[in-house]
């Protein structure tokens, strides 16, 4: 079953929009093409940031919207977590049963603060039980996902999976919008 109540645009979305017209509020420790690209060694060689923890966002990172994730995702967490990662993936959605198959060192968040507010991020982050400068958010949405930013967190972007039947244009359009956005400044710091 889906569940859309925690989707759309809210309050906390719109002030996270104007946050991110700051540059420092959209900062990113990296940017992948996709998650199994994930390389927390090279991350560690030209950032010097060693992370030891993830909060990983799920729809459109490791799965296409509201669907199953993609096993090269579910291998590549397992390696992750394997190297001695610890990961926590926190959704807007409610709980199904696509992680069920998930490695049981893997835990699984939907019933959090929503992105991007605050008390998610800082929920998950302690569940981690890692300090912050060890810890990276990776997600593919500035509107959410890099709210982690002002908690703390670093972040890295992932482009998202497209999904088969498509999205949300408008919400494709401000996705899009602040990841040129995001770009831009990087070309200043």
């Not at 540059?23 to 390389?39: G, V, W």
């Not at 590549?76 to 959704?91: N, W």
């Not at 835990?107 to 810890?135: D, H, R, Y």
């Not at 709210?147 to 999205?167: C, D, E, M, Y």
Request: with cysteine; hydrophobic share 40%; aromatic share 8%.
């Amino acid at each position: 079953m889906e569940d859309q109540s925690r989707e759309g645009i809210n309050i906390e979305k719109l002030l996270q929009c104007f946050r991110l017209l700051i540059p420092e509020n959209s900062k990113t420790l990296a940017r992948i093409k996709h998650f199994y690209e994930l390389d927390l060694n090279q991350i560690k060689q030209t950032t010097g940031v060693e992370l030891k923890g993830l909060i990983l966002d799920v729809d459109g990172c490791l799965s296409p919207n509201h669907q199953d994730l993609l096993p090269e995702n579910i291998a590549h967490l397992k390696k992750l977590a394997d190297a001695g990662i610890k990961i926590l993936l926190y959704s807007n959605m409610i709980w199904t049963n696509r992680y069920e198959n998930l490695d049981p060192r893997i835990e699984v968040l939907t019933n959090l603060p929503p992105k991007p507010n605050l008390k998610g991020f800082e929920i998950a982050v302690s569940k981690l039980n890692l300090p912050k400068q060890n810890v990276a958010m990776l997600g593919d949405s500035y509107m959410t996902d890099a709210g982690a930013i002002r908690a703390g967190l670093h972040f890295i972007h992932v482009v998202p999976i497209p999904t088969p039947n498509g999205q949300n244009k408008i919400h494709d359009l401000f996705r899009n919008f602040f990841i040129r956005l995001s770009k831009f400044y990087d070309r200043f710091n």
